[in-house]
Protein backbone atom coordinates (compact mmCIF):
# COMPACT_ATOMS: atom_id res chain seq x y z
CA UNK A 1 0.00 0.00 0.00
CA UNK A 2 1.50 3.56 -0.52
CA UNK A 3 2.52 5.89 2.32
CA UNK A 4 -0.12 8.43 0.72
CA UNK A 5 -3.65 9.17 1.21
CA UNK A 6 -2.99 9.38 -2.64
CA UNK A 7 -3.53 5.90 -2.30
CA UNK A 8 -7.32 6.59 -1.24
CA UNK A 9 -10.34 6.80 -3.99
CA UNK A 10 -10.86 10.25 -4.94
CA UNK A 11 -13.97 10.43 -5.98
CA UNK A 12 -15.97 13.68 -7.24
CA UNK A 13 -19.47 12.97 -6.90
CA UNK A 14 -21.60 14.77 -9.90
CA UNK A 15 -18.72 14.25 -11.83
CA UNK A 16 -18.16 11.06 -15.06
CA UNK A 17 -14.99 9.75 -14.11
CA UNK A 18 -13.35 9.07 -10.49
CA UNK A 19 -11.03 11.98 -10.10
CA UNK A 20 -7.88 9.28 -9.50
CA UNK A 21 -7.01 8.60 -13.56
CA UNK A 22 -4.97 11.21 -14.33
CA UNK A 23 -7.38 12.12 -17.19
CA UNK A 24 -9.92 14.88 -16.33
CA UNK A 25 -13.38 13.94 -14.89
CA UNK A 26 -16.29 16.19 -16.74
CA UNK A 27 -18.61 17.61 -13.78
CA UNK A 28 -21.98 18.24 -14.01
CA UNK A 29 -22.47 21.08 -11.28
CA UNK A 30 -20.05 24.06 -10.49
CA UNK A 31 -20.11 23.25 -6.99
CA UNK A 32 -18.69 19.33 -7.03
CA UNK A 33 -18.99 17.40 -4.06
CA UNK A 34 -15.30 15.93 -3.43
CA UNK A 35 -14.62 12.73 -1.75
CA UNK A 36 -11.71 10.68 -0.52
CA UNK A 37 -11.01 8.07 1.79
CA UNK A 38 -10.78 8.27 5.49
CA UNK A 39 -7.41 8.69 7.45
CA UNK A 40 -5.59 6.15 8.37
CA UNK A 41 -6.50 3.85 5.88
CA UNK A 42 -8.25 0.34 7.07
CA UNK A 43 -4.79 -1.54 6.21
CA UNK A 44 -3.22 0.56 8.64
CA UNK A 45 -6.13 -0.22 11.89
CA UNK A 46 -5.88 -3.96 11.40
CA UNK A 47 -4.93 -5.07 14.85
CA UNK A 48 -2.05 -7.78 14.74
CA UNK A 49 0.29 -6.57 11.79
CA UNK A 50 3.40 -5.46 13.11
CA UNK A 51 3.57 -2.92 10.38
CA UNK A 52 0.59 -0.77 12.05
CA UNK A 53 2.18 1.95 14.08
CA UNK A 54 0.06 5.17 12.82
CA UNK A 55 -1.19 7.19 16.41
CA UNK A 56 -3.60 9.61 14.66
CA UNK A 57 -6.23 11.13 16.68
CA UNK A 58 -8.37 14.30 16.18
CA UNK A 59 -8.26 13.50 12.26
CA UNK A 60 -9.51 16.73 9.95
CA UNK A 61 -8.55 17.07 6.24
CA UNK A 62 -7.26 20.30 4.33
CA UNK A 63 -8.62 20.79 0.80
CA UNK A 64 -7.03 22.34 -2.19
CA UNK A 65 -8.51 23.39 -5.76
CA UNK A 66 -6.13 24.70 -8.31
CA UNK A 67 -6.88 26.65 -11.65
CA UNK A 68 -4.88 24.20 -13.81
CA UNK A 69 -3.69 26.45 -16.54
CA UNK A 70 -1.57 28.83 -14.34
CA UNK A 71 -1.54 27.09 -10.65
CA UNK A 72 -3.42 29.82 -9.02
CA UNK A 73 -5.69 28.98 -5.30
CA UNK A 74 -9.02 29.28 -6.05
CA UNK A 75 -10.57 27.57 -2.84
CA UNK A 76 -8.80 26.19 0.69
CA UNK A 77 -10.31 24.93 3.54
CA UNK A 78 -8.83 23.67 6.87
CA UNK A 79 -9.63 21.07 8.81
CA UNK A 80 -12.66 19.93 7.41
CA UNK A 81 -14.04 16.97 9.40
CA UNK A 82 -15.35 14.64 7.02
CA UNK A 83 -14.01 12.55 3.91
CA UNK A 84 -15.44 14.72 1.40
CA UNK A 85 -16.95 18.68 0.94
CA UNK A 86 -19.24 19.73 -1.39
CA UNK A 87 -17.59 23.03 -2.76
CA UNK A 88 -19.12 25.64 -1.14
CA UNK A 89 -18.51 28.74 -3.73
CA UNK A 90 -19.63 27.89 -7.66
CA UNK A 91 -16.15 27.71 -9.74
CA UNK A 92 -15.79 28.93 -13.18
CA UNK A 93 -17.60 27.24 -15.77
CA UNK A 94 -15.39 25.26 -18.72
CA UNK A 95 -12.41 25.25 -16.76
CA UNK A 96 -10.21 22.54 -15.78
CA UNK A 97 -8.90 22.52 -12.10
CA UNK A 98 -6.28 20.03 -9.77
CA UNK A 99 -7.34 19.17 -6.38
CA UNK A 100 -5.75 17.61 -3.68
CA UNK A 101 -6.36 16.21 0.39
CA UNK A 102 -4.06 15.64 3.18
CA UNK A 103 -4.88 14.87 6.59
CA UNK A 104 -4.23 17.13 9.36
CA UNK A 105 -4.15 14.88 12.86
CA UNK A 106 -2.43 14.82 15.90
CA UNK A 107 0.44 12.36 17.14
CA UNK A 108 0.59 12.13 20.93
CA UNK A 109 -0.89 15.96 20.85
CA UNK A 110 1.29 17.14 18.87
CA UNK A 111 -0.11 18.75 15.48
CA UNK A 112 0.69 17.13 12.28
CA UNK A 113 0.18 16.62 8.65
CA UNK A 114 0.37 13.71 5.81
CA UNK A 115 1.84 14.56 2.72
CA UNK A 116 -0.96 16.23 -0.09
CA UNK A 117 -2.87 13.53 -2.12
CA UNK A 118 -1.63 12.76 -5.37
CA UNK A 119 -2.64 10.18 -8.79
CA UNK A 120 1.15 9.24 -8.89
CA UNK A 121 2.95 7.35 -6.43
CA UNK A 122 5.06 8.51 -3.65
CA UNK A 123 8.50 8.70 -5.09
CA UNK A 124 7.21 10.64 -7.97
CA UNK A 125 5.39 12.96 -5.71
CA UNK A 126 7.57 13.78 -3.21
CA UNK A 127 9.49 16.58 -5.25
CA UNK A 128 11.25 19.43 -3.85
CA UNK A 129 10.37 21.42 -7.08
CA UNK A 130 7.11 23.46 -6.48
CA UNK A 131 4.34 24.25 -7.41
CA UNK A 132 5.30 21.54 -10.69
CA UNK A 133 3.51 18.85 -7.89
CA UNK A 134 0.21 20.20 -8.80
CA UNK A 135 0.68 18.40 -12.02
CA UNK A 136 -0.07 15.38 -10.19
CA UNK A 137 -2.83 16.00 -8.74
CA UNK A 138 -6.58 14.77 -9.71
CA UNK A 139 -7.69 16.76 -12.64
CA UNK A 140 -11.63 17.76 -13.32
CA UNK A 141 -13.24 19.68 -15.55
CA UNK A 142 -16.61 22.33 -15.12
CA UNK A 143 -19.43 22.51 -16.94
CA UNK A 144 -20.41 25.27 -19.45
CA UNK A 145 -22.27 27.62 -17.54
CA UNK A 146 -26.43 26.90 -17.00
CA UNK A 147 -27.05 29.75 -19.31
CA UNK A 148 -24.87 28.80 -22.32
CA UNK B 1 32.57 28.20 -24.98
CA UNK B 2 30.40 30.15 -23.29
CA UNK B 3 28.14 29.36 -20.13
CA UNK B 4 25.10 30.05 -22.05
CA UNK B 5 26.29 26.51 -24.19
CA UNK B 6 27.69 24.53 -21.69
CA UNK B 7 24.25 24.87 -19.45
CA UNK B 8 22.28 24.09 -22.87
CA UNK B 9 24.31 21.02 -23.31
CA UNK B 10 24.38 20.26 -19.40
CA UNK B 11 20.41 20.37 -19.78
CA UNK B 12 20.26 18.50 -22.53
CA UNK B 13 22.67 15.24 -21.28
CA UNK B 14 20.42 15.67 -17.97
CA UNK B 15 17.54 15.49 -20.19
CA UNK B 16 18.49 12.67 -21.99
CA UNK B 17 19.98 10.53 -18.67
CA UNK B 18 16.47 11.19 -16.63
CA UNK B 19 18.63 12.19 -13.62
CA UNK B 20 15.93 13.41 -10.78
CA UNK B 21 17.82 16.02 -9.14
CA UNK B 22 14.56 16.85 -7.23
CA UNK B 23 13.60 14.67 -5.10
CA UNK B 24 13.06 15.11 -1.57
CA UNK B 25 14.50 13.48 1.51
CA UNK B 26 12.01 12.07 3.98
CA UNK B 27 10.75 14.03 7.07
CA UNK B 28 12.40 13.98 10.41
CA UNK B 29 10.80 11.03 12.28
CA UNK B 30 8.94 11.88 15.91
CA UNK B 31 11.60 10.06 17.45
CA UNK B 32 14.25 12.46 15.86
CA UNK B 33 12.07 15.64 16.74
CA UNK B 34 11.73 15.07 20.09
CA UNK B 35 14.97 14.46 20.06
CA UNK B 36 16.10 18.29 19.19
CA UNK B 37 14.94 20.29 22.29
CA UNK B 38 14.84 24.11 21.64
CA UNK B 39 15.49 24.96 17.65
CA UNK B 40 17.43 28.05 17.11
CA UNK B 41 16.53 29.29 13.46
CA UNK B 42 20.04 31.35 12.23
CA UNK B 43 21.01 32.80 8.85
CA UNK B 44 23.35 31.17 6.39
CA UNK B 45 26.88 32.93 7.02
CA UNK B 46 26.78 34.41 3.16
CA UNK B 47 23.41 35.02 2.00
CA UNK B 48 22.60 35.38 -2.26
CA UNK B 49 22.15 38.94 -4.27
CA UNK B 50 19.13 38.02 -6.35
CA UNK B 51 20.14 37.09 -9.85
CA UNK B 52 18.39 37.91 -13.32
CA UNK B 53 20.19 38.17 -16.84
CA UNK B 54 21.28 41.07 -18.07
CA UNK B 55 19.02 42.99 -20.83
CA UNK B 56 20.21 43.06 -23.76
CA UNK B 57 20.05 46.45 -25.03
CA UNK B 58 20.80 48.71 -28.10
CA UNK B 59 20.39 47.89 -31.96
CA UNK B 60 24.32 47.07 -32.10
CA UNK B 61 24.63 45.34 -29.42
CA UNK B 62 21.59 43.05 -30.32
CA UNK B 63 22.78 42.49 -33.59
CA UNK B 64 25.93 41.20 -32.29
CA UNK B 65 23.88 38.61 -29.57
CA UNK B 66 21.86 37.42 -31.78
CA UNK B 67 24.49 36.26 -33.80
CA UNK B 68 26.34 35.00 -30.76
CA UNK B 69 23.10 33.20 -29.93
CA UNK B 70 22.47 31.98 -33.84
CA UNK B 71 26.14 30.50 -33.58
CA UNK B 72 25.60 28.75 -30.23
CA UNK B 73 22.48 27.25 -31.57
CA UNK B 74 23.80 25.93 -34.65
CA UNK B 75 26.49 23.71 -32.58
CA UNK B 76 23.99 22.79 -30.22
CA UNK B 77 21.20 21.59 -32.43
CA UNK B 78 23.86 19.87 -34.87
CA UNK B 79 25.74 18.28 -31.65
CA UNK B 80 22.30 17.40 -30.39
CA UNK B 81 21.36 15.22 -33.55
CA UNK B 82 24.71 14.16 -34.02
CA UNK B 83 24.82 12.60 -30.28
CA UNK B 84 21.38 11.27 -30.48
CA UNK B 85 22.73 8.58 -32.92
CA UNK B 86 21.83 10.05 -36.30
CA UNK B 87 24.73 11.41 -38.69
CA UNK B 88 22.05 11.83 -41.32
CA UNK B 89 19.94 13.77 -39.06
CA UNK B 90 23.00 15.71 -37.37
CA UNK B 91 23.33 16.84 -41.38
CA UNK B 92 19.53 18.13 -40.97
CA UNK B 93 20.48 19.59 -37.74
CA UNK B 94 22.85 21.38 -39.14
CA UNK B 95 21.25 22.96 -42.45
CA UNK B 96 18.30 24.02 -39.78
CA UNK B 97 20.20 25.56 -37.57
CA UNK B 98 21.89 27.63 -40.42
CA UNK B 99 18.76 28.87 -41.72
CA UNK B 100 18.13 29.71 -37.78
CA UNK B 101 21.39 31.96 -37.95
CA UNK B 102 20.04 34.81 -39.61
CA UNK B 103 16.70 34.82 -38.06
CA UNK B 104 18.50 35.07 -34.81
CA UNK B 105 20.40 38.32 -35.90
CA UNK B 106 17.73 39.90 -37.09
CA UNK B 107 15.89 39.15 -34.09
CA UNK B 108 18.34 39.88 -31.83
CA UNK B 109 18.72 43.47 -33.34
CA UNK B 110 15.14 43.83 -33.13
CA UNK B 111 13.96 42.62 -29.55
CA UNK B 112 17.02 44.45 -28.07
CA UNK B 113 15.96 46.99 -25.36
CA UNK B 114 16.57 50.64 -25.02
CA UNK B 115 19.39 50.86 -22.88
CA UNK B 116 18.04 53.67 -20.94
CA UNK B 117 15.01 51.95 -20.36
CA UNK B 118 17.00 48.55 -18.97
CA UNK B 119 19.59 50.63 -16.96
CA UNK B 120 16.36 51.79 -15.53
CA UNK B 121 15.06 48.98 -14.88
CA UNK B 122 17.98 46.89 -13.33
CA UNK B 123 18.38 49.56 -10.79
CA UNK B 124 14.48 49.43 -9.76
CA UNK B 125 14.62 45.48 -9.52
CA UNK B 126 18.10 46.25 -7.26
CA UNK B 127 15.91 48.84 -4.90
CA UNK B 128 12.68 46.33 -4.53
CA UNK B 129 15.03 43.20 -4.27
CA UNK B 130 17.11 45.08 -1.27
CA UNK B 131 13.96 46.77 0.13
CA UNK B 132 12.53 43.51 0.83
CA UNK B 133 14.83 41.51 2.49
CA UNK B 134 13.32 37.78 1.94
CA UNK B 135 15.78 36.25 3.94
CA UNK B 136 14.58 37.66 7.00
CA UNK B 137 11.18 37.36 5.40
CA UNK B 138 11.68 33.66 5.30
CA UNK B 139 13.08 33.17 8.61
CA UNK B 140 10.36 35.06 10.16
CA UNK B 141 7.34 32.79 8.32
CA UNK B 142 9.42 29.54 9.65
CA UNK B 143 9.68 30.81 12.98
CA UNK B 144 6.18 32.23 13.44
CA UNK B 145 4.41 28.86 11.71
CA UNK B 146 6.46 26.50 13.23
CA UNK B 147 5.08 27.82 16.42
CA UNK B 148 1.60 28.64 15.68
CA UNK B 149 0.83 25.42 13.78
CA UNK B 150 3.40 22.94 14.80
CA UNK B 151 3.82 24.16 18.07
CA UNK B 152 7.21 23.74 17.95
CA UNK B 153 10.11 25.52 20.19
CA UNK B 154 11.61 27.18 17.88
CA UNK B 155 13.15 31.23 18.53
CA UNK B 156 14.82 33.98 16.32
CA UNK B 157 18.70 32.82 17.54
CA UNK B 158 20.28 36.20 16.40
CA UNK B 159 17.73 38.05 18.51
CA UNK B 160 16.17 36.24 21.24
CA UNK B 161 17.55 36.74 24.97
CA UNK B 162 20.78 35.09 26.24
CA UNK B 163 18.82 32.75 28.56
CA UNK B 164 16.81 31.35 25.67
CA UNK B 165 20.05 31.26 23.66
CA UNK B 166 21.36 29.01 25.86
CA UNK B 167 18.54 26.72 26.37
CA UNK B 168 19.13 25.81 21.91
CA UNK B 169 20.20 22.45 21.61
CA UNK B 170 20.19 22.77 17.69
CA UNK B 171 20.40 25.34 15.46
CA UNK B 172 18.74 25.43 11.80
CA UNK B 173 20.41 27.20 9.03
CA UNK B 174 17.74 28.66 7.02
CA UNK B 175 18.16 31.24 4.11
CA UNK B 176 17.60 31.69 0.40
CA UNK B 177 19.97 29.65 -2.14
CA UNK B 178 19.01 31.62 -5.25
CA UNK B 179 16.55 33.83 -6.44
CA UNK B 180 15.28 36.45 -8.87
CA UNK B 181 14.35 36.04 -12.51
CA UNK B 182 14.77 33.00 -14.91
CA UNK B 183 14.53 32.17 -18.21
CA UNK B 184 13.16 28.36 -19.61
CA UNK B 185 16.43 26.32 -20.28
CA UNK B 186 15.30 26.31 -24.37
CA UNK B 187 14.80 30.16 -24.14
CA UNK B 188 18.63 31.00 -23.55
CA UNK B 189 19.24 31.66 -27.38
CA UNK B 190 16.57 34.13 -26.85
CA UNK B 191 17.45 38.22 -26.77
CA UNK B 192 15.80 39.34 -23.86
CA UNK B 193 13.61 35.97 -23.31
CA UNK B 194 10.37 36.62 -21.01
CA UNK B 195 11.48 35.79 -17.28
CA UNK B 196 9.92 34.30 -14.28
CA UNK B 197 10.38 34.39 -10.90
CA UNK B 198 12.07 31.43 -9.37
CA UNK B 199 13.51 31.44 -5.69
CA UNK B 200 15.45 28.10 -4.35
CA UNK B 201 16.06 27.76 -0.31
CA UNK B 202 18.42 25.47 2.53
CA UNK B 203 17.74 24.56 5.61
CA UNK B 204 20.38 22.86 7.72
CA UNK B 205 19.70 21.02 10.89
CA UNK B 206 22.56 20.67 13.29
CA UNK B 207 23.42 19.75 16.56
CA UNK B 208 25.08 22.34 18.58
CA UNK B 209 27.33 20.48 20.85
CA UNK B 210 29.21 17.84 18.14
CA UNK B 211 28.09 19.86 14.48
CA UNK B 212 26.45 16.67 13.39
CA UNK B 213 23.94 17.62 10.77
CA UNK B 214 20.63 15.93 11.66
CA UNK B 215 18.66 16.85 8.60
CA UNK B 216 19.24 18.60 5.19
CA UNK B 217 16.93 19.88 2.71
CA UNK B 218 16.30 21.89 -0.43
CA UNK B 219 12.70 23.41 -1.70
CA UNK B 220 12.53 24.98 -5.06
CA UNK B 221 10.26 27.47 -6.62
CA UNK B 222 9.57 27.22 -10.12
CA UNK B 223 7.06 27.92 -13.14
CA UNK B 224 7.05 27.88 -17.17
CA UNK B 225 3.92 29.98 -16.86
CA UNK B 226 3.38 33.96 -16.55
CA UNK B 227 6.54 35.21 -18.25
CA UNK B 228 7.66 38.45 -18.58
CA UNK B 229 10.39 40.89 -19.89
CA UNK B 230 12.77 42.03 -17.40
CA UNK B 231 11.82 45.59 -18.19
CA UNK B 232 8.17 44.92 -17.82
CA UNK B 233 9.22 43.58 -14.56
CA UNK B 234 10.41 46.62 -13.38
CA UNK B 235 7.35 48.63 -14.19
CA UNK B 236 5.59 50.60 -11.46
CA UNK B 237 8.23 49.86 -9.05
CA UNK B 238 8.84 46.15 -9.39
CA UNK B 239 5.68 45.99 -7.32
CA UNK B 240 4.27 42.83 -9.17
CA UNK B 241 7.51 41.10 -8.82
CA UNK B 242 7.76 42.03 -5.04
CA UNK B 243 4.37 40.46 -4.78
CA UNK B 244 5.12 37.09 -5.90
CA UNK B 245 8.59 36.80 -4.29
CA UNK B 246 6.85 37.50 -1.27
CA UNK B 247 4.17 35.20 -1.56
CA UNK B 248 6.85 32.75 -2.94
CA UNK B 249 8.91 33.04 0.04
CA UNK B 250 5.85 32.48 2.56
CA UNK B 251 4.85 29.32 0.50
CA UNK B 252 8.41 27.96 0.94
CA UNK B 253 9.36 28.77 4.36
CA UNK B 254 5.74 27.06 5.32
CA UNK B 255 6.56 23.99 3.21
CA UNK B 256 9.70 23.51 4.69
CA UNK B 257 8.39 24.16 8.17
CA UNK B 258 5.83 21.38 7.17
CA UNK B 259 8.41 19.15 6.54
CA UNK B 260 11.11 19.53 9.42
CA UNK B 261 8.03 20.04 12.25
CA UNK B 262 4.90 18.70 10.74
CA UNK B 263 4.91 16.20 7.82
CA UNK B 264 4.03 12.58 9.46
CA UNK B 265 4.34 9.49 6.39
CA UNK B 266 2.52 6.71 6.70
CA UNK B 267 4.73 3.58 7.50
CA UNK B 268 5.62 1.47 4.22
CA UNK B 269 3.42 -1.56 4.15
CA UNK B 270 6.31 -4.22 4.45
CA UNK B 271 3.79 -6.28 1.98
CA UNK B 272 4.34 -4.37 -1.13
Not at chain 1, 41 to 69: F, H, M, N, Q
Not at chain 1, 141 to 148: F, I, L, R, V
Not at chain 2, 143 to 149: D, P, V
Amino acid sequence: MNRLLAAALLVLAGCVKTGLEQEEAICTTLRPKLEWQTFPPEAYLKKGADWVVIEATKVSYDLRIYRADDFELVYSRDALPAAGHVVEEPLQPKTVYRWTVRPRFQVRGLPRVGEWSSVAGVETHRRSLLPREQDLYATFKTPPAPSD
Amino acid sequence: MSVRLLAGLLALCLAASGCDQYSLPDPPSEKERASWGPVGVVAPRAPRPASWPDPVSGWCTGLAVGALHGAEGMLVITGATIVAGFLVGGAFGLMFAVLLFPVQIVGGAFTAEDPARADFAVGVLAEMFARADLGTRLRRTFIERARQEARATVVDFESCSEKERESVQTLLELGIDEYGLYGKPWEIWTVNPPLRPGMSIRARLVRRDDRRVLYESTLRYGTEKGGMKLVEWADQGAALLEGKMGRITDLLGGRMMEEIFMLHLLPRDPRE
